[in-house]
């Protein structure tokens, strides 16, 4: 199991630069977890690819519903206190640090495309890249 924050479930279902990455991380290891606020980060970033990129509104759907498959329910109420400790030691927002504190909770790896994330939590969180390597 890892745990999957909203960028990585973005690459996974919006085909992108990389989505191969993405793929790669998911054959790897299919069992993907995320705290709560997933799906509104999803969906923010979905919305902005509709804006930016012309996505449509029928593949925004394709893609939320891909990423509710891949995450099968696993999805986890996080506590705020320790989100707002990661949150005040380091430069990533409350959110980032949600799937941070999922992750530590969980005894599993953060994969992220974010290298800032990974950088300020290298014993959690692991680069996309770096995992798809990997494994």
Known sequence: ????????????????????????VCAADAVWAAPLLWRSELCNLLAACQRARGLSQESALQALQAAEEVLGGREYRVASEPVLELAARSKCTAFDCEYVVLARDLGVPLVTPDRRIARAFPGTAVALEQFARKK
Do not use: G, K, P, Y
């Open 1 to 24: 199991m890892i745990v999957a924050d909203a960028a990585l479930i973005a690459c996974f279902t919006v085909r992108n630069e990389r989505s191969a990455l993405a793929d790669a």
